[in-house]
């Protein structure tokens, strides 16, 4: 069975850094496209960015600040956060593709690892 977990998260004061790790089982990670998202209080979940056979895409809110890479060795995909700012704050969840491409559709989903930016 497909699973992805999420781990990584804690509080974070404003410009600091923070790296959230998304570990695979059931399936070799870098088969599929894994995305990142995030759900913060009252709002609807977004799209963080995601990683797929091609490319490496960012929403433009986190573009510049915010970085995906995968380890295939460790079967995980991080996203590391830099300069964050309080409306980073956020459940933040992986979720593995159905296939090959960040376009296709998310299926198998984490749990979320709550990131909370303040001083």
């Known amino acids: 069975q497909r699973q992805v977990a999420e781990s990584g998260g804690g509080l974070v004061q404003p410009g600091g850094s923070l790296t959230l790790s998304c570990a695979a089982s059931g399936f070799t990670l870098e088969d599929l496209a894994i995305g990142w998202f995030r759900q913060a209080p009252g709002k609807e979940r977004e799209g963080v960015g995601c990683?797929?056979?091609?490319?490496?895409y960012y929403d433009d809110s986190v573009k510049g600040r915010f970085t995906i890479s995968r380890d295939n060795d460790k079967n995980t995909v991080y996203l590391h956060l830099d300069s964050l700012k309080p409306e980073d704050t956020a459940v933040y969840s992986c979720?593995?593709?159905?296939?090959?491409?960040?376009?296709?559709?998310?299926?198998?989903w984490g749990q979320g690892t709550q990131v909370t930016v303040s001083s």
């Open positions: 990683i797929d056979e091609i490319d490496t």
């Open positions: 979720a593995a593709s159905g296939g090959t491409s960040c376009a296709g559709t998310f299926d198998s």
